[in-house]
């Protein structure tokens, strides 16, 4: 008797829809992570106040989780994902070209949005084509292997922005703001090359179409404890602030010792380490949840966010000047990062039915995203009005909470 063929998510989990999707990521990163590093001295030299940055941010941060939410839910009425995604992904390059032409704050803004439009778009939708992509026993594999694909673009766009605007600063150029406007175009190289690896890689097995579907009828229908387990993403997530506070942190800590401009250095060099622990750890932590469980190492991962908040603290209330204290902060801060990015997926994809996956992942995209922005602010209104001691102490608690909310949710 002839064997059954083997399905397609029981193949080998490193496939070419896994390897693709990772490329894709990877390069999208590297995209738009080098005019995260560029932008700020790009409002500098075009005298945009600062004020607007954050502003800017802010705008983009917010449309981004929105847009999560309808794109998941789209994408289960369609059926189909990949033309989302690949549409998600070229808007990248087109809102890197608005910033590249800017004069003021408006098409700089107009750009930021449309970029982070499109990852929006993309991020829920390529997720669940992953996700489908392999067997539920290796989940944790493929998202490990993604996420780490992704953060080393993550890591690579930024050095590569500074040594190319460094490059660039020797040519001879129009004005000032010439050379971070040269980065700004070559940027969309790997842009487009992101757009393209997805369209010839990247298979996606697609849904029926289900027209008569709501957003909201859609939310409600959600497993119970799918909605419990949201409830405690978005506790830990509420605590979960944004790690350019670390980065302040350490360059305040280290400044008496090193001077003001050497601790920005060093702690951006610790930043840089943390990512760098994400891309080491992500495939091995993946592989471990294979192995054990997902939702276990979901909650360790949990537990050392709300380490992280702890020791920085710590740090900050007992002024600790050295280096090597700090980076362990980061090495657990890119440990607990590693486990979240990898996990809350597969987690997500264990609760809920096939035909409601994209919408789950939008909502749960839509969660982090509110709450995240939540924390930030939070834990910078307690920095200022109390201390950093107690802004990193907050948020350890939240992240606490989270946890124990998370081990709970069975």
């Known amino acids: ?31 738009y992570e080098t005019t995260t590093v560029i932008l700020p001295g790009f409002l500098a030299v075009l005298g945009v106040p600062a004020a607007a940055l954050g502003l800017i941010e802010g705008a983009a941060d917010a449309l981004a989780s929105f847009t999560k939410m309808v794109a998941g839910h789209l994408a289960d009425r369609l059926g189909h994902r990949k033309a989302l995604v690949v549409a998600g992904y070229a808007l990248t390059p087109v809102g890197q070209a608005l910033i590249a032409l800017a004069a003021g704050w408006p098409l700089l803004l107009a750009g930021r949005l449309v970029s982070w439009f499109g990852k929006g778009l993309r991020g829920p939708l390529r997720d669940a084509i992953v996700v489908q992509a392999v067997s539920e026993t290796t989940r944790g594999r493929a998202f490990g292997f993604h996420r780490a694909a992704d953060t080393l673009g993550a890591v690579a766009g930024p050095l590569l922005g500074v040594a190319l605007l460094g490059w660039a600063r020797g040519l001879e150029g129009a004005d000032a703001a010439w050379p971070f406007r040269l980065v700004l175009w070559l940027s969309l190289v ?47 997530g509420v605590g979960d602030f944004s790690h350019s506070l670390l980065i302040l942190a350490a360059t305040t800590l280290l400044a008496p010792s090193l001077g003001l401009v050497q601790a920005a250095q060093v702690a951006g060099l610790l930043y840089v380490g943390r990512n760098v622990v994400q891309v080491l750890a992500s495939f091995p932590i993946g592989a471990l949840a294979d192995h054990i469980g997902h939702r276990p190492v979901l909650v360790a991962g949990y537990a050392l966010g709300a380490l992280t908040g702890g020791l920085m603290a710590l740090a900050m209330l007992r002024q600790v000047h050295s280096v090597a204290p700090l980076a362990g902060v980061f090495v657990v801060a890119g440990l607990y990062t590693a486990v979240q990015e990898a996990l809350e997926s597969t987690v997500t994809a264990a609760m809920v039915p096939a035909d409601r996956l994209s919408t789950s992942y939008g909502a749960l995209g839509t969660v982090n995203g509110a709450a995240k922005f939540v924390s930030s602010a939070a834990v910078g209104l307690a920095w200022s009005l109390h201390s950093p001691a107690a802004g990193f102490a907050l948020a350890a ?14």
């Open 397 to 410: 608690g939240l992240m606490l909470a989270g946890t124990l909310a998370m081990l709970r949710a069975r």
């Open 1 to 31: 008797m002839n064997a059954e063929p083997t399905p397609l998510a029981a193949r080998q989990w490193l496939n070419r829809t896994v390897a693709g999707a990772g490329l894709t990521s990877a390069l999208g990163d590297f995209c």
């Open 190 to 236: 790997p842009g487009v090359l992101a757009v393209l690896a997805f369209l010839l890689l990247v298979r996606d097995p697609g849904e029926s179409p289900n027209p008569g579907l709501r957003l909201m009828r859609s939310l409600r229908e959600l497993p119970a404890r799918f909605k419990r387990y949201l409830a405690a993403v978005g506790l830990f």
